[in-house]
């Protein structure tokens, strides 16, 4: 055991705010994480002091502003170990979708006064800004997953968070395949975590854990296209929660009417 | 001439990113901005040319904390556009997941949030070192609104189970048994979390606030009623744009909220809930309401706990009624067909009234959305608080007024993910 307790940051760049919280949704661990850690800063839970160096830091979010842009190397800076939590901070969120349309057109949508505001073209993961010591996947993060996280920073281990398909967590689950009665579902392409939610609950999943370790996306988007789905759909089902994640992305291009060269 | 400006740079235990900016003058508040730097992800943007079926999984991520609200709004919305009505077993399901979250949100902003800002402390962590058993019951208290969301929805943030409609899966009876007896506890954690924050020490502080609410004549709100006010606003939701606009400040990335015409800015939440929907809460969460000294109405903002640990309780109540009288529908959803037109509905977020608007085509594409969270509605009224409030704190040392101008706006538990975003206004009168 370390004499100090490890000083514990969590921060927040473009986000709902949803994975911080599954810290505090850890209602049975929440006070031993306490006694474990010094929760130095974490905004949404306690008032504290932003100063100084943090042996563990979790960053939600992505980097949609020029100030988050550089405000990533700072906490980079001052952060021995650092983990990023959810789908924002590991492939850009929902907010991505501005990549893939003009944001001057999303400004104009809905701002009265644009000139108020400053926003990148672009939502980006945290890795693509500072080095990230690992990624964990989820929208939002399973909370186990977090604790496990947490744990293995504390014991000096790597986490247990397999990169496989929600498929084997269907087939461990002993789910019925929801394809074979022509639901489509991401699951063959998409990261284990969820514990196999949606096909669980009668529906495909839709792939909120972002892409497994070697995806083929391609082969899945024959088989749905094969169940009736059009290409604005194949185009849609990729483009969500984790739409700037190179797999998804890629396929979600590979159906964007915008980008034939016909 | 002595002018003084207090900053609280970054406001804890809010959701979301926010700063405050009051500005004194010889001694009297001149001016109070809530400034909302929390970055625009632009989701009445995006949600343009989306599926009408994918709305829920989509506005849910504009709030980690009060997903739900958003699916509602959502789904009612859209259902209200399709022509659909969701009756029975289905709508009481939604009664009970709405239950969850309000457990959940309120028990959080209550114990972890607000709490430790009557008892001196930085949060509830640091609280629990003197208030262990106070904050081991709150975060029990919470866990069984997360167990409602679990069950129903899948899992506590973004539950996967909502649709336009209904439920992908409908719940067995035999699954909401175990919640039942969680539920008979937590109704008693309610009732002792409410003669707990009756012991903290108010300030006595007073509005006359426009009090903005859904009505329905039987129950206490959730997903249905009528737009009403304490002014005599009585309105259907597809009437709101032309009783309410929203201007886009300089000072803030989330919208104000302000009655048409100048009407001036009003209240939601539960304040507004509990002063104008009393006569519908359970007779014991009426009961605890008086045995702890709130009267028929509140216009104490800093008794919003107290009103909070009411609503929880009546939230505890509500679920248990739904579960006691669940019949399992034959179907888990009511089948919809995309058709063009425009959609409204408001439902009561814990933080307040949330209202949605969506134009979809003959496709099913969505063309057109607004969204008004609780917090853009709020924002007005918080600010007029603080204009009216502070300068009769202005004695206190500077440390303890910024804790009270942070005290002052948590009475309104602002969730400023939410309210980031930006409208599209019909005219910009600004």
């Not at chain 1, 130095?40 to 563990?56: I, M, N, S």
């Not at chain 1, 391609?218 to 190179?246: C, D, H, V």
């Not at chain 2, 009270?404 to 706006?409: A, L, N, W």
Request: glycine share 8%; proline share 5%.
């Amino acid at each position: 055991m370390p004499h100090r307790k490890p000083r514990l940051g969590v921060w927040k760049f473009a986000s709902c705010d949803g994975c911080q919280l599954s810290l505090l949704d850890c209602e049975d661990e929440l006070l031993a994480i306490a006694g474990a850690l010094d929760i130095a800063y974490f905004p949404e839970a306690t008032r504290g002091d932003v100063k100084g160096v943090y042996d563990l830091s979790l960053v939600e979010g992505s980097i949609t502003t020029p100030h988050d842009a550089e405000r990533i190397h700072d906490v980079r800076g001052r952060s021995k170990t650092l983990i990023t939590i959810g789908a924002c901070a590991t492939s850009g969120g929902i907010q991505a979708l501005r990549n893939f349309a003009d944001v001057r057109d999303y400004m104009s949508i809905v701002y009265a006064h644009p000139q108020y505001i400053e926003t990148l073209a672009t939502s980006t993961a945290i890795a693509d800004h500072v080095k990230v010591d690992f990624e964990l996947r989820g929208c939002p993060i399973n909370k186990g997953q977090l604790i496990d996280v947490v744990s293995a920073f504390l014991a000096g281990r790597r986490p247990n968070t397999p990169a496989q398909s929600v498929c084997i967590e269907c087939k461990l689950k002993g789910n019925v395949c929801v394809m074979v009665t022509g639901t489509p579902c991401l699951g063959p392409v998409t990261h284990a975590g969820c514990g196999a939610l949606c096909p669980s609950y009668n529906r495909g999943c839709y792939g909120c854990f972002g892409p497994k370790e070697t995806p083929n996306a391609p082969s899945l988007s024959a088989w749905l296209s094969g169940m009736g789905m059009n290409e604005k759909a194949l185009e849609r089902i990729y483009r969500t929660f984790n739409a700037n994640a190179e797999p998804f992305r890629k396929e979600s291009e590979r159906h964007d009417a915008q980008n034939d060269q016909g | 001439m002595t002018r003084k400006t207090i900053k609280v740079d970054l406001l804890a235990r809010v959701e979301g990113e926010g700063a405050l900016k009051v500005v004194l003058h010889d001694g009297k508040v001149q001016s109070a901005e809530l400034n909302i730097f929390e970055p625009p992800r632009f989701f009445e943007a995006f949600l343009r040319d989306r599926h009408f079926t994918e709305t829920p999984d989509i506005v849910a991520r504009i709030c980690g904390i009060c997903p739900v609200a958003y699916q509602m709004s959502g789904v009612h919305a859209l259902e209200n556009l399709l022509g659909v009505t969701v009756g029975g077993p289905l709508r009481d399901l939604r009664r009970l997941l709405y239950c969850g979250e309000w457990i959940e949100s309120h028990t959080l902003h209550v114990y972890m949030l607000h709490a430790p800002d009557f008892l001196g402390y930085d949060g509830g962590v640091q609280m629990a070192r003197d208030h262990a058993e106070a904050v081991t019951r709150g975060l029990q208290l919470k866990k069984v609104g997360n167990e409602i969301l679990q069950l129903l929805g899948g899992r506590e943030i973004h539950p996967i189970n909502v649709r336009v409609g209904g439920f992908h899966r409908a719940p067995r009876k035999r699954e909401l048994a175990p919640l039942a007896e969680r539920l008979k506890w937590a109704r008693e954690a309610a009732i002792e979390t409410a003669r707990w924050v009756a012991t903290f020490d108010f300030p006595e502080r007073e509005r006359d606030y426009t009090f903005v609410t859904l009505k329905h004549p039987s129950e206490y709100p959730f997903n249905e009623g009528r737009i009403v006010s304490n002014r005599g606003l009585d309105i259907e939701a597809a009437d709101y744009d032309a009783h309410f606009e929203e201007t886009h400040v300089a000072h803030s990335t989330a919208l104000h909220s302000h009655f048409r015409d100048g009407g001036g800015s009003y209240l939601t939440g539960p304040l507004a809930r509990f002063s104008l929907a009393f006569d519908q809460l359970s007779p014991l969460a009426q009961e605890i309401a008086r045995e702890i000294g709130l009267g028929r109405e509140c216009r104490n903002p800093y008794r919003s706990i107290m009103v909070r640990a009411v609503e929880i309780l009546y939230a505890c109540d509500e679920a248990l009624r739904v579960i006691e009288d669940y019949e399992e529908p034959d179907r888990s959803f009511v089948a919809v067909e995309a058709r063009a037109g425009v959609g409204y509905a408001a439902t009561e977020a814990p933080r307040g009234l949330l209202y949605h608007r969506y134009h979809i085509d003959d496709a099913g594409t969505i063309t057109d959305a607004q969204i008004v969270p609780p917090t853009s509605q709020n924002q007005a009224c918080l600010e007029e608080d603080l204009v009216d409030f502070v300068g009769s704190f202005l004695d206190l040392p500077d440390e303890a007024l910024r804790h009270r101008c942070e005290q002052t706006v948590r009475n309104y538990d602002p969730c400023i993910s939410c309210a980031t975003h930006f409208l599209r206004l019909e005219m910009d009168r600004a």
